[in-house]
């Protein structure tokens, strides 16, 4: 295709969870012909359920926030009003400060910050790569901010399972930020931790 330079893009099969203990394979693909702009219907339709997922999981993360806080919807955007994901590790920080965790299994809940981590990555490069497909059937996504060498640029793979993935998960965290806003709304504001103890010396107590 003339209008993918280079000529030989290198594609990248599916980032996976870490918890699945998968590795990253790099294949090259020296026939750019067998590019082609577009993708399947059905492929839109899962992209599209997934990023709306996203923003759902989204908001309900900034609400957390705000309630956990105590500021009014105008306040709350005033502090929310970031990137993504430092939004996430903001609301991290804040669950792990206040003793509000997403799940109260720990391992689950790493797990959960994590899928959180990797679907803001996912979703950043659905939103703004450009689709094309492999041979008419592999989905995948071109992006020149995925890091490669020097005169090539690199194609991920991001068949339908994977984009179905991503709306589970953020499905899935949107639930367990909003449990944790009823449980706000319910129980009150926790208190924050208390503040350390004044060291034992006389250069501070005096």
């Known amino acids: 295709m003339a209008d993918l330079p280079p000529k030989n893009p290198r594609t990248k099969k599916p980032k996976l969870e870490a918890a699945e203990g998968k590795k990253i394979v790099q294949q090259n693909l020296r026939d750019a012909s067998r590019i082609t702009k577009?993708?399947?219907d059905k492929i839109?339709?899962?992209v599209a359920d997934a990023i709306m997922a996203?923003?759902?999981m989204e908001m309900s993360a900034e609400q957390f926030i705000w309630d956990l806080l105590g500021l009014s919807a105008d306040d709350g955007?005033?502090?929310t009003r970031i990137d993504t994901k430092d939004k996430i590790e903001l609301a991290k920080r804040f669950s792990e400060r206040y003793r509000l965790p997403l799940h109260p299994n720990e391992q689950t809940t790493a797990e959960?910050?994590?899928?959180i981590r990797n679907a803001i990555e996912a979703r950043n490069k659905m939103a703004h790569g450009v689709w094309m497909t492999i041979d008419l059937k592999t989905p995948i996504i071109v992006s020149y901010r995925i890091p490669i060498e020097l005169g090539r640029i690199n194609c991920e793979h991001f068949p339908a399972?994977?984009?179905e993935a991503v709306t589970w998960v953020c499905l899935n965290a949107k639930g367990l930020f909003d449990?944790?806003?009823?449980k706000i709304a319910t129980e009150g504001r926790p208190l924050p931790p208390p503040i350390p103890p004044t060291p034992n010396d006389p250069e501070f107590t005096s």
């Open 161 to 163: 399972d994977r984009i």
């Open 179 to 182: 449990k944790l806003c009823a």
């Open 112 to 115: 959960a910050w994590s899928a």
């Open 77 to 79: 955007k005033l502090v």
């Open 54 to 56: 996203f923003s759902e």
């Open 44 to 46: 839109k339709i899962a």
């Open 38 to 40: 577009g993708i399947p």
